[in-house]
């Protein structure tokens, strides 16, 4: 079973080998409905070559960085790995990009050399584990749990790779177990020394002066990452300084000034015992002393304009951004300044839905209070009639006065009345498409695409009595994500206006990585597959 970990495209999806294929396979030999077992029902035969050989249905990705199955051996097979091209009346390793390991006497043999003893014999009752290192390009075999060992060298240079097998005498058959069932081998273990091994190597590269030039104009540019062995390595405090720069640089962009300056003035202290000079010229991080006020003041009205829009308070936003970032409004021709609008009419006409459903919500809960007051009243009218003789004008009075006495005081007295909240709700409603009107005779004649897009699906939404259950688009633009995107676009914005990165250049490197080490499995590097980021960096473990 493979051990895969990373991302990969989704136009991009592996299948792993799960089964022997019904197609590629010698004649001789059934497959099972399930796929995984193989029997030998053709003549035996004594030739060390001739054999009766099959493959599975998918070759192993080379992304998933280390493959491994086992078979269960009922009779004698020759278990290995083979190409695409190979003959199925050859044992495995005796076709060119074909290798294999031997039941007869425990030899390896691939078809550019001859054979070596490897292993022990092995047969009836065994089971064999068959492996594929891509990060070394090596096989590794186990057997009853055991690991033998690597072999062979250059196994899947080039070539899509089968798993592969070979049967030879009569009665001869096997079960695989591509992990739909626990393996007996803990590749798990094996996969996670390959894991730390990588990590480590990552951990223990030093980094060079080139991977960050240029970043605080351009935003760390792949283009800035050379080979050039002739660039000199950042020593492991200049190493510590550009990685402080890099987390700062992101706690200021996202609004988190103590931890940013706590931050700033661990690093001083750390150069200042090292006489390491600082750099401080990175226009998201002006964090020194001489600015401090005016950089704490700037991130507190920024962070304080972007919540104001997650918290749906579009007025107090648009305002801060006319008194404070005014270019912010004007830029794209007022584009800000339209999807702020939309999403005011969006808060407006979520506002009504919520008075509505609470409004609803009252006059039933008053309608049930109503229902068992009427009950109430009748039981004891009925149970007055038939147990006290007195004259009909007295007994209305005498029944009732008990009955009110233990009615909650909610029915007479509730905080919001439904009159109340019916007068709320036509004002809030009012206000909603007086809004809507100013909108649509601002932007209906707007050429631009996008504004007339955005401007059709945010009126489109009074056509349904709660927008918020509506589905698709609808529901997308009334959510709350929509207010994450819109107050993340404004932060953005913000900082463009200032002339500072539009990304922190953290996350910028984050995602260059992530790409790049997704491209890099997909083109084969073994290695690639236990990068795992996400993994390393946001699971906790």
């Not at 910028?508 to 997909?522: D, M, P």
Request: proline letters at 5%; hydrophobic letters at 35%.
């Amino acid at each position: 079973m493979a051990r895969s970990t990373g991302f990969i495209p989704q136009d991009k999806i592996l299948k792993l080998p799960t089964r022997w294929s019904d197609q590629d396979r010698n004649t001789h030999l059934s497959v099972s409905p399930d796929g995984r077992d193989l029997s030998y029902q053709g003549p035996s035969t004594n030739s060390e070559k001739d054999a009766a050989a099959a493959r599975t249905l998918h070759h192993i990705p080379p992304a998933c960085g280390i493959y491994y199955y086992e078979v269960e051996i009922t009779a004698k097979d020759q278990k290995a790995f083979a190409g695409k091209g190979v003959k199925y009346g050859r044992l495995p390793g005796w076709e060119p990009n074909s290798w294999g390991y031997y039941g007869e006497d425990g030899t390896s043999l691939s078809a550019d050399k001859s054979g070596s003893q490897y292993g022990q014999p092995y047969g009836g009752g065994d089971t064999i584990g068959c492996g594929i290192d891509f990060t070394t390009h090596k096989a590794f075999y186990t057997k009853n749990g055991t690991l033998i060992g690597p072999v062979f060298d250059n196994v899947g240079k080039n070539l899509d790779l089968f798993p592969s097998v070979g049967l030879q005498h009569a009665g001869d058959s096997i079960r695989a177990n591509f992990g739909q069932e626990p393996f007996k081998y803990d590749i798990d273990y094996h996969v996670q020394q390959q894991y730390n091994t990588t990590w480590n190597k990552i951990s223990e590269t030093p980094l060079d002066r080139s991977l960050l030039q240029g970043h605080r104009r351009a935003g760390f540019s792949i283009a800035s990452i050379t080979n050039d062995v002739s660039v000199p390595v950042l020593t492991e405090q200049e190493s510590k300084h550009v990685l402080t720069q890099l987390v700062m640089s992101y706690l200021v962009h996202h609004g988190y000034a103590k931890t940013a300056r706590a931050l700033e003035y661990q690093q001083r202290v750390r150069d200042t015992n090292a006489s390491t000079p600082t750099d401080s010229s990175d226009p998201d991080v002006e964090m020194n002393s001489s600015a401090s006020d005016a950089v704490d003041i700037d991130i507190e009205t920024r962070t304080s304009t972007v919540n104001a829009v997650l918290a749906g308070d579009i007025d107090t936003a648009m305002d801060s951004l006319r008194t404070c970032y005014p270019s912010v409004l004007e830029v794209d021709n007022h584009l800000m300044l339209f999807k702020l609008r939309c999403r005011k009419f969006v808060e407006l006409i979520l506002e009504t839905t919520e008075i509505k459903k609470k409004m609803k919500a009252l006059r039933e809960k008053e309608a049930e209070r109503n229902k068992h007051f009427d009950e109430a009243a009748h039981e004891a009218w009925l149970e007055e009639e038939m147990n006290m003789d007195i004259d009909d004008d007295a007994a209305g009075p005498l029944v009732i006065r008990p009955i009110l006495e233990n009615i909650p005081e909610a029915v007479h007295e509730s905080e919001e009345s439904s009159e109340m909240i019916s007068d709320r709700y036509e004002s809030a409603l009012n206000a909603a498409i007086n809004y809507g009107q100013c909108l649509s005779s601002d932007y209906q004649s707007n050429p631009q695409p996008e504004v007339q897009d955005m401007f059709r699906t945010t009126l489109g939404i009074v056509a349904w009595d709660d927008p918020t259950e509506a589905g698709g688009s609808v529901a997308e633009l009334v959510s709350h994500n929509a207010r994450i995107a819109l107050a993340h676009e404004v932060n953005q914005a913000i900082l463009k206006s200032q002339g500072r990165p539009a990304q922190p250049a953290l996350e910028t490197v984050y995602r260059h990585t992530s790409t790049c080490i997704t491209q890099l499995g997909l083109l084969g590097v073994g290695a690639a597959a236990f990068a795992d980021m996400p993994r390393e960096f946001f699971q906790a473990r």
